[in-house]
C-alpha cells in the first residue's frame, strides 16, 4: 500500500484510537476516505487536514521520497491500496472507482485517484463515457 494510504487500522494508529472508531467515522463521514470493495482507504494529507483544522490538504501532496506516477494501471493500483485485482476491476466497471478502460486494460489517474480518496467521494456514476463502449 502507498505510504500515504490507511486502512482503518492504519487510520486508528495514525488518530491513536480504536480500529472500532475509526471505523464508525469513517463510516459517519467525520474523516475524508472511501470505501473500495470492503475497505475503507484514506488519505493522509487530508485526513490530517480535518483533524487539526488546516484548510484544503492537497490530494497530490507526497513526501519527497515516495514517487508519484502520473498513470497506474488497476494492478499497479490495487496493489497501492492494498485490494485484490480483480475487486478493483470491478468498481472500475461500475464507476465507482475513477479510472477508463484502454484497449484492454484499466488505467487511472494518479492525482484524481488521490483527490477522490481525499474528498471521500463515493462515486455512484463513471465519469463519463467510456471508450470501447465499457
Known sequence: MHPLIRD??????LLQISPTSAA??????????????????FWVPAV??????????????ARD???VPDMVHA????EVLGVHANTLRLLFRQGRV???????????HWPTVCRWIANG??????????????
Open 75 to 78: 494492478e499497479e493500483l490495487a
Open 121 to 134: 467521494e463515493q462515486r455512484s456514476d463513471a465519469a463519463g463515457p467510456r471508450p470501447g463502449g465499457g
Open 24 to 41: 464508525r467515522r469513517a463510516r459517519e463521514g467525520t474523516v475524508p476516505g472511501v470505501k473500495i470493495g470492503r475497505e475503507w482507504r
Open 8 to 13: 482503518v487500522p492504519g487510520l486508528a494508529d
Open 98 to 108: 475513477p479510472g477508463r478502460r484502454v484497449g484492454g486494460t484499466w488505467v487511472a
Open 48 to 61: 490530517v487536514a480535518v483533524v487539526t483544522g488546516t484548510a484544503g490538504a492537497r490530494a497530490d501532496e
Open 65 to 67: 521520497d515516495v514517487p
